[in-house]
């Protein structure tokens, strides 16, 4: 007879909830979003889901409804009834017995959590350290891909040296991006540097809303590629995310990074994100129109 | 109110199961084995919890006792009762609410599989065919973890193509591995050429064992890495793999191999492997004793 065991806990195959045959575990078959909501609001759904249904048509998950994602998304952020969460849910190809190859017309799997998102005021004022791990990940980082076991072992190890993020270096010694987060840097005054997008990073969608405030702040923007040492003598360096938009860096690999205080033009870029965020509804509704 | 939402169906987070909260899921961030019966007999197991306990300490999974394991793969493949059976079972860093640096003093979770293997004589018999396909994949592969998403992509796009397996190809150009088995050519009649192991590739078991009985099918080692124009050249190929040992290729994308049969020394290997399964147990008594 076929069975399956969990932990100590023996049982026939057929009686397994199918849960546990899902290929998101077997394989990390499955690709996710975040997303968060700021004072009752879920912030740039539309966005994600686009970048969800790139992700899910990369790696050939077929039959998501991204409407009926959206729908799914909205009435569990209401049931929640957070002001201020995070909203996670992911998308797998489907339960079946393991083979790398199956997973043809099957019933994707969704879950979703919604959860309160941490306080992240002192981050914000203070600034975070962080520290550099080789980038081990795949090839194709632009797909959010349920493959995250090395930017696990990236921040675990960032957070045993006293970081909050690691920042993750090719082979060629050149910067892509943070563990779970894209990485900036301002140089000379007014050049804000990030990596230009491609295979080897996630299309941040925080990193592009970034982007288009870089002007109001008085920054010029240079996609170019930087090396730690370059990023060691930034006058600031700051990290962007769905969950906390822009934060600031104050150490890199333990050097102090500018006054070793979160930089004027980074603050600013709180503040722009924070005023950006409120009229981002009336915007969208404008652009829509 | 923090809560889960499966499919279509909401549920407090406090009430959801802890499976959904998996690790292995999230992130990929478990390790895995399979192993195989032969005739009533699972046969090197100890080779392969040897590798699951190499897996488990380089992502850092502690308090794994590995002898409870093996435990509980003889326990498990009892219950079975299946002659030629395949044992899959992964354990995962545990489950608790999604956090890259979390995991530490989590509780691993065991989750494993007892199935029929299938019938592998026509492959044995007929050889099959097989396609070349990007190497995506990270920059542990030494490591049997659950980040499988680019091997999945290669064996989905090769049966695609009608081939049985995906041959890997580096950035450099030359093969690393197949998606799910080792590779293996043989040239000028006598040279048996593979990768040699490094962080690119798995150190596969059943690799080793073909290595051991090498010579006495009179063949000779070079480990080396080839390019696919090379394989296409050679006199044989092959792959190896726990669930069915040596598998001849006869077809390299598109190109028919030798005579467009399995070729003599790989039958040789085919045999020599069933009486190396057949004397493993008494060898491995000798040597222990």
Chains 1, 2 share one sequence.
């Not at 909050?164 to 060629?172: Q, R, T």
Request: charged share 25%.
């Amino acid at each position: 007879m076929q069975i399956a065991m969990i932990q100590d806990e023996i049982l026939p195959l057929s009686e397994l909830d199918s849960i546990y045959l899902d290929r998101g575990t077997y394989f990390g078959d499955g690709v996710y979003e975040v997303v968060r909501s700021y004072d009752g609001k879920v912030f740039a759904l539309d966005e994600h889901l686009a970048r969800l249904g790139r992700s899910l048509s990369e790696i050939g998950i077929t039959g998501v409804d991204i409407d009926e994602i959206r729908r799914r998304v909205e009435q569990a952020y209401e049931a929640a009834g957070i002001d201020n969460a995070k909203v996670y849910f992911h998308i797998t190809r489907g339960s079946q017995l393991r083979s790398h190859a199956g997973g043809r017309d099957l019933k994707p799997n969704f879950f979703l959590t919604v959860t309160e998102l941490a306080d992240d005021r002192v981050q914000k004022e203070q600034g975070i350290a962080v520290c550099t791990y080789p980038d081990w990940r795949w090839k194709r980082c632009d797909i959010k891909s349920l493959n995250l076991l090395p930017n696990v072992l990236a921040r675990m190890e960032a957070e045993r040296r006293g970081c909050a993020e690691a920042i993750l270096v090719d082979e060629g010694g050149f910067i892509t991006e943070a563990a779970g987060s894209a990485f900036f840097a301002i140089f000379e005054g007014r050049k804000l540097v990030t990596r230009p997008l491609g295979p080897e990073l996630l299309a941040s969608i925080t990193r592009r809303f970034v982007m288009e405030l870089v002007p109001e702040v008085g920054l010029t923007v240079a996609e170019e590629a930087m090396t730690p040492a370059e990023a060691q003598s930034a006058d600031e360096l700051f990290i962007a995310v769905t969950t906390r938009d822009v934060v600031p860096v104050v150490q890199f690999d333990g050097a102090g990074i500018g006054t070793g205080r979160p930089g004027r033009y980074t603050k600013a870029l709180i503040e722009a994100f924070r005023e950006f965020v409120v009229s981002f509804d009336c915007a969208q509704d404008k652009r829509n129109s």
